[in-house]
T-cell receptor, first 115, second 113 residues
Framework: DAGVIQSPRHEVTEMGQEVTLRCKPI?????LFWYRQTMMRGLELLIY????????DSGMPEDRFSAKMPNASFSTLKIQPSEPRDSAVYFC?????????????FGPGTRLTVT | QKEVEQNSGPLSVPEGAIASLNCTYS??????FFWYRQYSGKSPELIMS????GDKEDGRFTAQLNKASQYVSLLIRDSQPSDSATYLC?????????????FGSGTRLSIRP
């Protein structure tokens, strides 16, 4: 398996622009997580899905952030409008609820810079 | 009080010595505990999980859990330069019907030759 795939790997945008981050989880995994990592705040859980349904979005910073999972193999995290404080590395991770597996597999991340 | 507390480091350990990484957590309902390793510029990867009080060994790694003290640690024996990374402690809340885990801010470990 190719692992969790994220695109783009790097994104530089100007304040006020819309940003869309994409994630393809590992095939067969029924949980998908979006994290944000910064030096100041560490690794924060933004939202997670189970079987394509959002379960907990309490970590989403504000209404500028939205996430969707239209099917089992694709999810997006959108920021509109973007602000400089959104600059961070955004990770997507997936996990199977199958017995014997507790590991979350992380994608390579998207480094977002908002100028 | 933070949900997960870790010393940010850097923790500098000579090659071949034992590195000891510590973590305390505030949620008494936590039942599962994970240690993730993150190399600079890379994504986190799971290296150890522990669910019961006591020690769990896997190769050069030993995880220790004390739920009464709300304390979990990771020992790395015979430290190698390749162990230089940030180690993230991550408890999982037991009452969650799903699998939300909370990551600590991590301890940066540096193994000096």
């Amino acid at each position: 398996d190719a692992g969790v795939i994220q695109s783009p790997r790097h994104e530089v945008t100007e304040m006020g622009q819309e940003v869309t981050l994409r994630c393809k989880p590992i095939s067969g995994h029924d949980y998908l997580f979006w994290y944000r990592q910064t030096m100041m705040r560490g690794l924060e859980l933004l939202i997670y899905f189970n079987n394509n349904v959002p379960i907990d979005d309490s970590g989403m910073p504000e209404d500028r952030f939205s996430a969707k999972m239209p099917n089992a193999s694709f999810s997006t995290l959108k920021i509109q409008p973007s602000e400089p404080r959104d600059s961070a590395v955004y990770f997507c991770a997936s996990r199977s609820s199958g017995q014997g597996s507790d590991e979350q597999y992380f994608g390579p991340g998207t480094r977002l810079t908002v100028t | 009080q933070k949900e997960v507390e870790q010393n940010s480091g850097p923790l500098s350990v000579p090659e071949g010595a034992i590195a000891s990484l510590n973590c305390t957590y505030s949620d008494r309902g936590s039942q599962s505990f994970f240690w993730y390793r993150q190399y600079s510029g890379k994504s986190p990867e799971l290296i150890m999980s522990i669910y019961s009080n006591g020690d769990k060994e896997d190769g050069r790694f030993t995880a220790q859990l004390n739920k009464a003290s709300q304390y979990v640690s990771l020992l790395i024996r015979d430290s190698q330069p390749s162990d230089s990374a940030t180690y993230l402690c991550a408890p999982r809340r037991a009452y969650s019907s799903a699998s939300k885990i909370i990551f600590g801010s991590g301890t940066r470990l540096s193994i000096r030759p």
